[in-house]
């Protein structure tokens, strides 16, 4: 019998086509080389690696989905691969690339005009433009119907006001996907940077994603072309399609978290000298270990699924809420887990599990806390909103 991979017990890679092992393989070997080198000092110092964005988009990783516009073209399940390695590296880049692809890149090829996709989505490929995306209010991101951002008509323009909380890109973005209430509902409008009354500052003092930037958006009478509102966005649904896409490339990112968490323990709990014998001989030091490739398995399983259900066409908000409720904890934990093996030394970014852990406390709160996709599914099943 073969040796079993432990980062990969049921060897759920064997269920990957050709073109998608090659995916993985080729943004594993990135992050690899360029990631893993230079991210513990970027954590440290709470500065987002720039200078990668260029290597990123020459490897198609930005919009991959997207069909034509100088984008791959790859399937979900391709995608995912790519927010499991780049995850593995770190959540923020993976944020990164999230948001580029699916909650900016996403929007303007599903709800843009034809002008706003030629305008954006190859400059956005090729790494050129970036993008954020303006849900979430000071007031409570739960909660986005109670949206206070406005956008009012005057003659052929829209003048925006209002604040956006804790968005990812927002101080580095090109463009801001930005949701506002208007007479009709909820609608989307591109914001481009430096116009006037539109501020993006960053937020400081982070402990957590602290290798991506996350900012604070302000509209100060911000006047917008009617060109610039996404044409075929209408009503919260908007946003809540592209969240679908961006969570479940979350559900495989927080695999890659946990599958480098697993490695750090598995290397440092067999060279760990105590008792006069390695660390790894003690029953419940391999209790630990066994329970995480329990729920890695589990979570590769589990996310590997809803990818082959999206690219039928068929996967349902409620089953990403479960992937993404079960798999950011199960990372989380298992982050934490393995810093405590780590003992002293699992304090410092010298061993990524305190990286992850402190990564993961964003993670497990964007896009949906945990609580907010228990209930989305408590709804599914009983069919009462709870919320
Ligand atoms: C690093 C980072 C990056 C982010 N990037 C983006 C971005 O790019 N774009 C964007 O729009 N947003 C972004 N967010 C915002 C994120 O989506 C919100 O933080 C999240 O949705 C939670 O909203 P909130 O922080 O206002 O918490 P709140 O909504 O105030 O929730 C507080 C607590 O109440 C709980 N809760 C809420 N409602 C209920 C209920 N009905 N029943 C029981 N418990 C409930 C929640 O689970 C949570 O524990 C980011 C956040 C972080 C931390």
Not at 141 to 156: V, Y
Request: aromatic fraction near 6%; include cysteine; proline fraction near 4%.
């Amino acid at each position: 019998m073969k040796a079993l991979n432990p980062l990969d017990l049921y060897d759920v890679r064997s269920l990957l086509s050709e073109e998608e092992q090659l995916v993985q393989d080729t943004t594993a070997r990135f992050v690899d080389e360029k990631v893993l080198p230079i991210i513990g000092e970027c954590f440290e110092k709470g500065r987002f690696p720039m200078e990668l964005i260029p290597e990123i988009a020459s490897l198609g990783l930005l919009g991959s989905s997207i069909q034509g516009y100088d984008c791959a073209g790859l399937n979900g399940v391709s995608y995912g691969l790519i927010c499991q390695e780049l995850e593995r590296g770190d959540s923020g880049l993976r944020s990164f690339v999230s948001v580029q692809s699916s909650l900016v890149m996403y929007p303007i090829y599903a709800y843009g005009s034809e002008e706003q996709k030629q305008k954006w989505l190859p400059a956005m490929a090729r790494g050129e433009k970036i993008g954020c995306f303006g849900l979430t209010e000071p007031h409570g991101g739960s909660d986005p119907s109670n949206m206070k951002t406005t956008a009012k008509k005057k003659g052929g323009d829209w003048v925006l006001n209002g604040a956006k909380m804790w968005i990812t890109n927002g101080t580095i973005a090109d463009v801001a996907v930005v949701w506002a209430q208007t007479d009709e509902g909820i609608r989307g409008f591109l914001v481009e940077k430096g116009t006037k009354g539109f501020d993006a500052p960053e937020v400081h003092h982070k402990m957590s994603l602290r290798a991506s930037v996350t900012s604070a958006l302000y509209f100060d009478n911000v006047v917008i072309p009617e060109a610039n509102r996404l044409p075929k966005a209408e009503g919260l649904k908007g946003p809540l399609g592209c969240l679908t896409q961006a969570r479940y490339g979350i559900t495989w990112g927080a695999i890659g978290a946990a599958q480098a968490c697993l490695k750090e323990v598995l290397d440092y709990t067999q060279t760990r000298e105590l008792f006069g014998r390695a660390l790894n001989n003690n029953q419940m030091v391999q209790l630990r270990l066994a329970q995480m490739s329990r729920q890695i398995t589990l979570a590769q399983l589990l996310s590997l699924q809803l990818g082959r259900l999206k690219d039928k066409g068929e996967m349902q908000p409620a089953q990403v809420s479960l992937a993404k409720w079960n798999n950011c904890r199960m990372a989380i934990d298992i982050a934490r887990d393995a810093r405590d093996l780590l003992g002293g030394a699992g304090i410092t970014t010298e061993f990524c599990p305190i990286r992850h852990a402190l990564n993961l406390e964003s993670v497990i709160t964007y896009e949906g806390t945990e609580s907010v996709h228990q209930l989305v599914i408590g709804k599914e099943l009983t069919g009462a909103n709870a919320f």
